[in-house]
């Protein structure tokens, strides 16, 4: 069964440091989110991208944070300069084009610990 | 806005017994209701989704759940528990009111089955 994955599985930066994560969504997909949980939290959504471009984003995706498909299989979450609160599990979802009903399916996460 | 509320932050449950596991929700129009489960240090998992029809779905692993719009309730249901249906479980809404149709989470309900 295709799955979305995501690299790497753990990551930890110093405060300041920018940072990269990857995702591989599903192949037929073309609706990719990031959505974060801070550990104990609620998951919260960060960004939804489609056709190329940002189709929404939370209070949260402000101007540290960017989202690119560099190629035709990634697509990558970047924090520009890392604050201690980004600490967290940062999940990306896919979804393929249709119904809005269709549901999206999330990679096992990237814990990102900024120290 | 759309939102879901999930009262308990915790259920337990014996092996074997029926579980139930709560959420309401809130929403303008149709609601598009999803249940996923994070098992430790994992990813989200699609149990079972509410789209329209009928009011009992069912879903992965034994799950089930009922849609009431009278309560604006989908509690989630097992007949018999499993150890290993110990996890933390999100209820969550499809947003219909922006062009991303992002997934909004509940607060998580975590789900303990004793031997």
């Known amino acids: 069964e295709p799955e979305v994955t995501q690299t790497p599985s753990h990551q930890v930066t110093q405060m300041g440091q920018e940072v990269i994560l990857r995702c591989v969504p599903i192949?037929?997909?073309?609706?990719f989110y990031w959505y974060r949980q801070i550990l104990g939290q609620k998951v919260e959504f960060l960004v939804s991208?489609?056709?190329?471009?940002?189709?929404?984003k939370s209070e949260i995706f402000d101007d540290q944070f960017s989202v690119e498909r560099p190629d035709g299989s990634n697509f990558t979450l970047k924090i520009r300069s890392t604050k201690l609160e980004d600490s967290a599990m940062y999940f990306c979802?896919?979804?393929?084009?249709?119904?809005?009903?269709?549901?999206?399916?999330f990679g096992p996460g990237t814990r990102l610990t900024v120290t | 806005a759309q939102s879901v509320a999930q009262p308990e932050d915790q259920v337990n449950v014996a092996e074997g017994n029926p579980l139930t596991v709560k959420c309401t929700y809130s929403?303008?129009?149709?609601?598009?209701l999803f249940w996923y489960v994070q098992y430790p240090n994992r990813g989200l998992q699609f149990l079972l989704k509410?789209?329209?029809?009928?009011?009992l779905v069912k879903g992965s692993y034994g799950f089930e759940a009922e849609f009431n719009k009278s309560q604006t309730s989908f509690h989630l249901k097992k007949p018999s528990a499993l150890v290993s249906d110990s996890a933390l479980y999100f209820c969550a809404v499809r947003d219909m009111g922006t062009g991303g149709f992002k997934t909004i989470f509940g607060a998580g309900t975590r789900l303990f089955v004793k031997a």
């Open positions: 509410y789209i329209t029809g009928d009011n």
């Open positions: 929403v303008s129009g149709n609601p598009y």
């Open positions: 192949s037929n997909h073309l609706y």
């Open positions: 979802a896919s979804r393929e084009q249709g119904a809005i009903s269709y549901e999206q399916y």
């Open positions: 991208f489609y056709n190329n471009e940002i189709s929404e």
